[in-house]
């Protein structure tokens, strides 16, 4: 089994800056992409940035030049600078991990999991 936590929603005012934390923990023998979304309410759950076990990033156009999303492969752990905070920006926030681990002999079998998520509200 396999859970993701996250931590770092709070309250902040606009134009603040928040960092939000996912670690996964648990039977893992490789992360291949990690992501954050969110959900605002009464809205649908929304991409907000995602990374390659690469590096390779990307990220929602209304985060763009905004939020940094990175990882530290050796804690299994995603990160989600978030700066220049909008009202807009309040939602739950979640990370997810596309985790693998071995199956049959020379296979790799990949499964997505979701952390609980963590409340970040923006302040006007």
């Known amino acids: 089994q396999v859970h993701l936590v996250e931590s770092g929603g709070s309250l902040v005012q606009a134009g603040g800056s928040l960092r939000l934390s996912c670690a996964a923990s648990?039977?893992?023998?490789?992360?291949?992409?990690m992501g954050w979304y969110r959900q605002a309410p009464g809205k649908q759950r929304e991409l907000v940035a995602t990374i390659t076990s690469g590096g390779t990033t990307n990220y929602a156009d209304s985060v763009k030049g905004r939020f940094t999303i990175s990882r530290d492969n050796a804690k299994n752990t995603v990160y989600l600078q978030m700066n220049s905070l909008k009202p807009e920006d309040t939602a739950v926030y979640s990370c997810?991990?596309?985790?693998?681990?071995?199956?049959?002999?020379?296979?790799?079998?990949?499964?997505?999991?979701w952390g609980q998520g963590t409340q970040v509200t923006v302040s006007s």
């Open positions: 997810n991990a596309n985790v693998g681990n071995v199956g049959a002999p020379g296979r790799i079998d990949y499964r997505t999991y």
């Open positions: 648990g039977s893992i023998f490789t992360i291949n992409g």
